[in-house]
């Protein structure tokens, strides 16, 4: 009985919710609808063997704070029910919406959870993730990310994560367990320790630099894509030949590489993980003119509308309406450059890095110039 509930709830996650909370049929727009009102969260399709080559280069203590600060700042800005605002069993249904949610925008499969309300410790068990299932690590995400989450529904920054069961290192699942870093302790497990939590404000401003407009470029959306077979949407996975791709709100992308600038030679392996995984979608995607390729997939990955040319100098792209946060400032998009950078390098077999970028928001969004 208790399969046949869950499998009601997938189905009406997958037809009846998703479509409604992800809005994905603008080009250069994923964004994910918050409540009832026209508010919504800027989105990008995030490539998981992005994650998994970042969980095998960098240290698990970085990769852990910075999707535990992810975590927490998509749970506040996502608005979730924190435990003080509503009863039990709210939260319990707000606590199984988000995980059915959640394995329905690629992160994981058969994801099922437990929770200990009084002790405000968090269970779940998950089959083929993002992340740990390939790599055996899943700081970032599956314990990080998760752990913020919960930490910011719990209203306990103490809160942390560890996974003593990996898909990634044998077992037949993950198991991740998030819970007050003095109960993790004492049920004999060494978590990690990330405290110090950021909050990046969705406000009006936030609301009117994101806001969704007509592309003058860009014709494809993740929608149009799914619908002409470019990209495969099947049981929650979202994949283009083999590559797998997670809807991740886009505060990720500047938490990734504000808290790599602190780290030794961080940059330079994001750049390196980002080329290498451009080449590799420049492999799988064959002969393909480079600027119609970006102009055709990025947009519908949710990087904004863009025009990319070639001449004489080399290679130019003009990003409009890319994702913005109040960190873009100090964010050089190094991530989103290597992609690109490798993709061209892929299919031009020349080796092209875009290292320069000027950055604008005098047009009312966040404008890029990238060469
Ligand atoms: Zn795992």
Redesign the pocket.
């Known amino acids: 009985m208790a399969d046949l509930k869950d499998s009601i709830i997938s189905w009406y996650i997958r037809m009846i919710v998703l479509p409604r909370r992800e809005l994905i049929g603008n080009p250069g727009f994923i964004c994910e609808k918050m409540g009832e009102g026209d508010a919504y969260l800027r989105e990008i399709a995030f490539p998981s063997s992005v994650g998994i080559q970042l969980e095998k280069k960098l240290r698990p203590v970085d990769l852990y704070r910075i999707g535990k600060k992810f975590g927490w700042s998509y749970a506040k800005n996502s608005d979730i029910f924190t435990i003080n605002k509503a009863s039990e069993q709210e939260f319990r249904n707000a606590a199984h919406l988000l995980i059915k949610y959640m394995e329905s925008i690629s992160f994981a499969q058969e994801m099922n959870e437990k929770m200990d309300y009084r002790g405000r410790i968090f269970e779940l068990k998950m089959k083929d993730?993002l992340i740990?299932?390939k790599s055996g690590g899943?700081y970032l995400m599956?314990t990080g990310g998760i752990a913020g989450i919960w930490a910011y529904a719990v209203q306990d920054p103490s809160v942390e994560g560890v996974?003593p069961r990996?898909?990634?290192r044998g077992d037949d699942e993950?198991e991740v367990i998030v819970a007050p870093r003095k109960t993790l302790i004492q049920k004999g497990y060494a978590p990690m320790q990330c405290e110090r939590m950021v909050n990046l404000d969705v406000d009006v401003r936030y609301r009117e630099l994101n806001k969704i407009r007509p592309t003058r470029w860009a014709a494809c959306s993740l929608r149009s894509l799914i619908d002409s077979k470019f990209f495969e949407y099947k049981h929650g996975l979202i994949t283009y030949n083999t590559e797998r791709f997670f809807l991740c709100e886009a505060s990720f992308m500047y938490f990734l590489e504000n808290e790599l600038k602190n780290v030794s030679d961080g940059l330079e392996l994001l750049w390196d993980i980002s080329f290498d995984f451009g080449k590799a979608l420049a492999k799988k995607a064959g002969r393909q003119e480079p600027c119609k390729f970006i102009m055709d997939v990025f947009p519908a990955l949710g990087f904004g509308d863009i025009l990319a040319v070639a001449n004489d100098a080399g290679y130019e792209l003009s990003v409009a309406n890319f994702p913005w946060t109040e960190l873009a400032d100090s964010t050089d998009f190094v991530m989103f450059r290597g992609m690109l950078s490798g993709v061209i390098s892929g299919l031009t077999n020349e080796r092209i890095e875009l290292r320069t970028i000027n950055k604008a928001v005098s047009a009312g969004y966040l404008a890029l110039h990238i060469s």
Do not use: F, L, P, W
């Open positions: 993730t740990c299932s899943g599956e996974q990996c898909q990634g993950c």
